[in-house]
T-cell receptor
Framework: AQKVTQAQTEISVVEKEDVTLDCVYE???????LFWYKQPPSGELVFLIR??????QNEISGRYSWNFQKSTSSFNFTITASQVVDSAVYFC?????????????FGDGTTLTVKP | DGGITQSPKYLFRKEGQNVTLSCEQN?????MYWYRQDPGQGLRLIYY???????QKGDIAEGYSVSREKKESFPLTVTSAQKNPTAFYLC????????????FGPGTRLTVL
């Protein structure tokens, strides 16, 4: 069964600090997709990134970067020089192409608080 | 602008009443989903639909029902059989099932009095 673990329930940092959110997943499929979403206080989830299992290249988008490592089944998310607006709940999700017919499983989320 | 709308944003109901949550999308997406979120927890899948006139139970479908008569619409009914319906409900859509990122609506917060 697919499973996503976000071990960090809450993280608090001071503005301009770097912070890494961990995501560990379990799957038996060879083809799968990983996602990160942001949920600000308004409640609506916002898509951040998608990675397929065949693409282990790290990605950088502005202050955001993602480290995908199949060897450790991890897909970690780093925010560089954090800002107050980064305060939100962040979810990691996994979608298996075959076993679960593409349904996504979400982790329990990590609540990030960035203090000024 | 393309997106997903959910209404109402806040909903109150008395115990024993059925209530229907609306979800509409104009993204031309085939797949739609309903999730439930409880405080401090992740999203749990209630129902999903891959195509019009077809839908499947998710992980916590008991006490809920859906319909998919139009591509744009995927309403969720919370029935009186749902033992603990107070929660935040999120609707989402994607181009197809699972392969693409999901786009979410603003959510409906349901409170049972």
């Amino acid at each position: 069964a697919q499973k996503v673990t976000q071990a960090q329930t809450e993280i608090s940092v001071v503005e301009k600090e770097d912070v890494t959110l961990d995501c560990v997943y379990e799957t038996r499929d060879t083809t799968y997709y990983l996602f990160w979403y942001k949920q600000p206080p308004s409640g609506e989830l916002v898509f951040l990134i998608r990675r397929n299992s065949f693409d282990e290249q790290n990605e950088i988008s502005g202050r955001y970067s993602w480290n995908f490592q199949k060897s450790t089944s991890s897909f970690n998310f780093t925010i560089t020089a954090s800002q107050v607006v980064d305060s939100a709940v962040y979810f990691c999700a996994l979608s298996e192409a075959v076993t679960n017919a593409g349904k996504s499983t979400f982790g329990d989320g990590t609540t990030l608080t960035v203090k000024p | 602008d393309g997106g997903i709308t959910q209404s109402p944003k806040y909903l109150f109901r008395k115990e024993g009443q059925n209530v229907t949550l609306s979800c509409e999308q104009n993204l031309n997406h085939d797949a739609m989903y309903w999730y439930r979120q409880d405080p401090g927890q992740g999203l749990r899948l209630i129902y999903y639909s891959q195509i019009v006139n077809d839908f499947q139970k998710g992980d916590i479908a008991e006490g809920y029902s859906v319909s998919r008569e139009k591509k744009e619409s995927f309403p969720l009914t919370v029935t009186s059989a749902q033992k603990n319906p107070t929660a935040f409900y999120l609707c989402a859509s994607s181009i197809n099932l699972g392969l693409g990122e999901q786009f979410f609506g603003p959510g409906t917060r349901l409170t049972v009095l």
